[in-house]
């Protein structure tokens, strides 16, 4: 089946497109959506670093610039040019209901457009979907923390083995950020041909949130084998 993956730059959206492929889905586009023209929503990702992460997994990104207003209806619109142009379904990184929609919305919206919602992850234990994350080889840092719950020295840390034991000792902490802890970019795993080295980066915090601002970046060749 052809789909298409919503993409955040993060982990999950990476994962659930990871394990889709593998259960056979064919992914034609990644698609995203902006708050502005250079920076994505809610991971708050410079646009150059998105076109790299698609660059290096060799499928093609589709970025649409939004307000909260007007999502539902454009995202439905978007939806409907990829169903024109063969798409049967829609691969997501949900694991619980997205905050702030509706129970259900994502079943609604697919349904209105008439593709199949495709959820590898939903559901799942998320400590074991992070373990799996790992383990199979993926590499992710945190960019964005909610510094009330996740302090600002959690960003630019890389999750890991680590990262795993340290988080699981926070008391009311997902660890997959479900509640909106934590957001990280995806720069390795299997998915990638060359891997996405962060190579400048600056901390700052506004309204309660911390944020790594990833100043420079490179693109590495994998070593064979890697």
């Given amino acids: 089946m052809k789909v298409v993956a919503s993409w955040s730059g993060g982990k999950d959206s990476c994962f659930a497109l990871y394990k889709a492929l593998k259960e056979g889905y064919k992914a034609s586009s990644l698609l995203?959506?902006?708050?502005?023209?250079?920076?994505?929503?809610?991971?708050?990702?410079?646009?150059?670093?998105?076109?790299?992460?698609?660059?290096?997994?060799?499928?093609?990104?589709?970025?649409?610039?939004?307000?909260?207003?007007?999502?539902?209806?454009?995202?439905?619109?978007?939806?409907?040019?990829?169903?024109?142009?063969?798409?049967?379904?829609?691969?997501?990184?949900?694991?619980?209901?997205?905050?702030?929609?509706?129970?259900?919305?994502?079943?609604?919206?697919?349904?209105?457009?008439?593709?199949?919602?495709?959820?590898?992850?939903?559901?799942?234990?998320?400590?074991?979907?992070?373990q799996d994350f790992i383990d199979a080889g993926f590499e992710a840092t945190v960019v964005r923390t909610k510094n009330a719950v996740v302090g600002e020295e959690w960003l630019g840390r890389q999750l890991n083995q680590q990262f795993l034991n340290d988080i699981l000792k926070l008391d009311n902490v997902d660890p997959c950020g479900e509640g909106g802890e934590y957001h990280t970019v995806i720069t390795d795993g299997p998915l990638f041909k060359n891997r996405i080295s962060l190579v400048e980066t600056k901390k700052s915090s506004s309204n309660g949130?911390?944020?790594?601002?990833?100043?420079?970046?490179?693109?590495?060749?994998?070593?064979?084998?890697?």
Wanted: with cysteine; charged share 25%; net charge neutral.
């Fill in 32 to 130: 995203t959506f902006m708050q502005s023209e250079t920076t994505t929503n809610f991971h708050a990702l410079n646009v150059k670093l998105l076109d790299a992460q698609a660059q290096a997994i060799g499928i093609p990104m589709f970025k649409r610039v939004t307000t909260p207003e007007a999502y539902e209806q454009q995202f439905k619109e978007t939806l409907l040019q990829f169903k024109m142009q063969g798409a049967e379904g829609l691969v997501t990184g949900d694991i619980y209901e997205v905050a702030g929609h509706e129970e259900r919305w994502l079943e609604r919206v697919c349904k209105e457009v008439g593709l199949k919602p495709i959820r590898p992850l939903w559901m799942g234990d998320t400590k074991q979907i992070f």
């Fill in 209 to 226: 949130y911390g944020r790594l601002e990833i100043v420079r970046f490179g693109v590495v060749p994998k070593t064979k084998g890697a």
